[in-house]
Nanobody, 127 residues
């Protein structure tokens, strides 16, 4: 079993930055890839990034590439999503998820590949 808890959501102004954290409890965190998803109001959830179990591979959705960075610290059982140059359309609930799923460059990040999910963190970008 793995439990995930996101934190770091906030209200920020356009152009601002945020770092979301995904803290895991359980002994298998360092053997599982972690993905980040977001769900904007009235839209379907979309995969935005993933990082492989050891952190050596990262993958980004084209819609956010260049503005986000995913990382993890397995010694702290925590993954991170750095969001920069935020825009109002980045508003939504951001979720982390984990599973034995390959995180490969260019491979679509889809929610049905992940079993364990956090409760979500609200990010609101507004002036």
């Amino acid at each position: 079993q793995l439990q995930l808890v996101e934190s770091g959501g906030a209200v920020v102004q356009p152009g601002g930055s945020l770092r979301l954290s995904c803290a895991a409890s359980g002994s298998t965190f360092d053997t599982r890839a972690v993905a980040w998803f977001r769900q904007a109001p009235g839209k379907e959830r979309e995969g935005v990034s993933c990082v492989s179990a050891r952190g050596g591979v990262t993958n980004y959705a084209d819609s956010l590439k260049g503005r986000i960075t995913v990382s993890r610290d397995n010694s702290k059982n925590t993954a991170y999503l750095q969001l920069n140059s935020l825009k109002p359309e980045d508003t939504g609930v951001y979720y982390c998820a984990a599973d034995y799923t390959p995180c490969l460059v260019g491979r679509p990040i889809v929610d049905y590949d992940y079993t364990y999910w956090g409760q979500g963190a609200q990010v609101t970008v507004s002036s």
